[in-house]
């Protein structure tokens, strides 16, 4: 700065072959060589204070922001890439889980089929266990019958033959023709 003020000052004093030229031409234009000198002066001066008061704070926020900008741009697609990713793992999951749960639903039906055949399986036993103890009751209903219609039949046939033979029958008498009788029957039976 101090070069700039000495070159006009240097210019601003004609040497004397030119000093009537150089100041007539500044005076005709109205040039005023120290008013000049101030006026440059004092934009420098200007200049300066609004470079580091007003210019350089403004840029630097205008860099700040487009620093945030930059970086929410950069965190905007970051998230683009994650919720395209989180809707693929969403669909891996829901498949997973549709997959599983058809597993589960087939395997329900088979464990409902297998209870069903056991439950067929076991009321089919029951019923031919109730069926094998009926016809054993009967047989047993069947044999007390048999017994009970030999005595009676035996006790007719004493009585019968004592009545035909029109005389009373002595205790063994009784008891040898109602075992003839009981042994009759038996072998008409087989």
């Known amino acids: 700065m101090t070069d700039l003020l000495s070159i006009l000052a240097a210019a601003g004093v004609p040497s ?8 007539e031409i500044m005076y005709r234009y109205g040039i005023n060589v120290p008013h000049i000198v101030m006026q440059v002066i004092s934009f420098t001066i200007l200049a300066t204070v609004l470079w580091k008061f007003a210019f350089k704070p403004v840029f630097a926020t205008m860099e700040e922001r487009e620093a945030k ?3 929410g741009l950069k965190y905007a697609e970051e998230m683009k890439v994650k919720l395209a990713e989180a809707e693929v793992e969403k669909k891996k999951i829901i498949a997973e889980a549709s997959t599983e749960a058809n597993q589960i639903v087939t395997e329900a039906r088979a464990s409902a089929e297998a209870r069903i055949a056991k439950a067929a ?13 009926a016809e054993q009751q009967i047989e047993l209903d069947r044999k007390q019958m048999l017994a009970e219609a030999r005595s ?11 009545k035909v033979l029109a005389t009373e029958l002595s205790a063994e008498d009784k008891a040898r023709f109602a075992e003839r009788a009981n042994a009759d029957l038996v072998a008409s039976e087989n």
């Open 16 to 23: 004397s072959a030119e000093a009537g030229g150089f100041s």
């Open 69 to 71: 900008i930059d970086s």
């Open 121 to 133: 399986q076991q009321a089919i036993k029951t019923a031919e266990d109730i069926t094998t103890k």
């Open 152 to 162: 009676e039949i035996a006790r007719l046939v004493v009585s019968t033959a004592g």
